[in-house]
């Protein structure tokens, strides 16, 4: 099959038969498939609310999207962007507590967002080591230090960073020289008026990372040894490639990525830490990435549909409360199923079409 058909109509069928699956589980728990699915297009682009939360849960795809798809070049399938998100908001939360009463935003948020990139990279860069050194397989490392990072944020949040006081498992509110412009405060200095949403400057963080990744992975000397590695390691040594050197890299700057996606939660949204906020983030950005076939373009159009899935599947959920935000899991669920392992389902029935036309 031609590369073309591989990024659009492969993913497009996966995608259908997803669609079909959970239709006729809606049908089977008694609800209207066809009106669910209105209420959930409505509800993601369906009117500028809609639209403004839908792309703030894009960009944190986009982030974690774009992590995993850094380890797949190098051959690396990097579950943990999950627990590098989170331990990427523990650096976000310590450097704000630390400082916000005493530095001015214009250094303040940089300062954030390059402690949410370090911590996250910190935390990647011990499987990648591992990896690299020890032989250690990445998908075992990243999982359990999922787990790590959960445990380890529990801890701290339930002892150390609550606030003074309180009974709720979070963090005083950060200071307000520490918060990320609103997309609504940026365009009304232009003279356009857009509803309050949670839609924040890290959108076009995101943007800029995804024209970022692919200047980097395909223009680059070492975005090419990146790749190189992930096809195969044998050869890229035999080349002279320091493999290692690689894959210590790759790890890092899936981890850096990860830990953008805190910005996005913490100083666009919450606005505090709590212990869920990054609720599934990691996850979906392998589905993001498989989905997108690590390419940026596909990155984007991927997290957008998840970023629509997620906020129609809220306003679904509201509408139909027989639909569960467990139902809006189940349809992600189906989608990564379909994109991830059974992602050459329909290869075999379609690639016969394209040498027909040659």
Known sequence: MPRWAQLTVLPALNLMAALLVTALVTWMIGEDPLECLQILVHGAVGYSEGIGYTLFYTTSFVFTGLAVATAFHAGMFNIGA????????????????????ALPAPLMVPLAVLASIVFGAAWAFIPGWLQARRGSHIVVTTMMFNFIASSLM????????????????TTREFGASSWVASMQSMLAAVGVEIPSTPLNASFLIALVALVLFYVVIWHTRWGFQLRTVGVNDKAARYAGINVTLVILLAMSVSGGLSGLAAVNELLGSTH???VAFTNGIGFVGIAVALMGRNHPVGIFLSALLFGALTQGGLDLSFEKPVITREMIIFIQGLIILFCGALENLFEPFIAPLFKRRK
């Open 272 to 274: 505090r830490l709590n």
């Open 82 to 101: 999950e627990g590098q998100a989170y331990i990427g908001g523990l650096g976000v939360t310590l450097v704000v507590l630390a400082l916000d009463h």
């Open 154 to 169: 529990l801890y701290l949040i339930g002892h150390l960073l609550i606030e003074p006081g309180s009974q709720n498992p």
